[in-house]
């Protein structure tokens, strides 16, 4: 399985940036798509989280602001954020949970910046 994030970049405070996540390989029709994030000195935490079923869960600091989606036919998971602030400058990873395994892909920047 193989995960590859992609859509990071730089963007003022206040705009709005998608970042998609393939998946390809063995891919259960089970399973839990999620982003997570890490900045500086920071652990890395969970933004976002989306089952296969369509529950989704949302940290405290994004909520409202962030939108989880996945297109199962695609194996495609997509973070839509927006408000976009500078304590959201991080790096994102995408990960995939099926059947107990874990799998992540590398990361993307966001920097939000003036």
């Known amino acids: 399985v193989q995960l590859q994030a992609s859509g990071g970049g730089l963007v003022q405070p206040g705009g709005s940036l998608r970042l998609s996540c393939a998946a390809s390989?063995?891919?259960?029709?089970?399973?839990?798509m999620s982003w997570y994030r890490q900045a500086p000195g920071k652990q890395r935490e969970l933004v976002a989280f989306a089952g296969s079923g369509g529950a989704s869960i949302y940290a405290d600091s994004v909520k409202g602001r962030f939108t989880i989606s996945r297109d199962n036919a695609k194996n495609m998971v997509y973070l839509q954020m927006n408000s976009l602030k500078p304590e959201d400058t991080a790096v994102y990873y995408c990960?995939?949970?099926?059947?107990?395994?874990?799998?992540w892909g590398k990361g993307t920047q966001v920097t939000v910046s003036s």
């Open positions: 390989g063995s891919i259960f029709s089970i399973n839990t």
């Open positions: 990960k995939l949970l099926q059947r107990s395994m874990e799998y």
